[in-house]
């Protein structure tokens, strides 16, 4: 991630300003599980599910999310706490998932070693 700031009180950034060395830009890293403690970077169900490639729609979701597998691996909704919400086994292909018990907000969706962000409406 990076960040650009003008050090000039009451100003933002723009392409066009004239003294360069008004801006400053920082760069930034961070380890996945410094943000989400809960994820380890492994599947739970062990390696079989390492090069699950998910597709997930629509995003936001209001009652179904659809979730497409390149093979089957068990399928893990976490809420933005790291707290599981839901779980089930998902076959590869397409696999339809009832979501209107979850309220709005910001949701992962796990399968094999693949994480996607989703938003319920």
């Known amino acids: 991630m990076a960040a650009q700031v003008d050090y000039a009180p009451g100003t ?64 893990v909704i976490y809420n933005i706490m790291g707290q599981q919400v839901m779980s089930m086994e998902g076959l590869a292909g397409a696999n339809s998932i009832n979501i209107d018990n979850l309220t709005s907000g910001i949701y992962f969706v796990n399968a094999g070693s693949d994480t996607q962000k989703f938003i319920v409406k």
């Open 12 to 75: 933002f950034v723009q392409s066009d300003e004239d003294d360069a060395f008004d801006n400053h830009y920082t760069g930034f890293t961070f380890d996945i599980n410094d943000l989400f403690s809960w994820y380890d970077g492994m599947p739970e169900n062990g390696s079989n599910n390492q090069n699950v490639h998910m597709d997930i729609y629509p995003n936001p979701a209001v009652d179904r999310l659809n979730v497409t597998l390149s093979q089957n691996a068990e399928i």
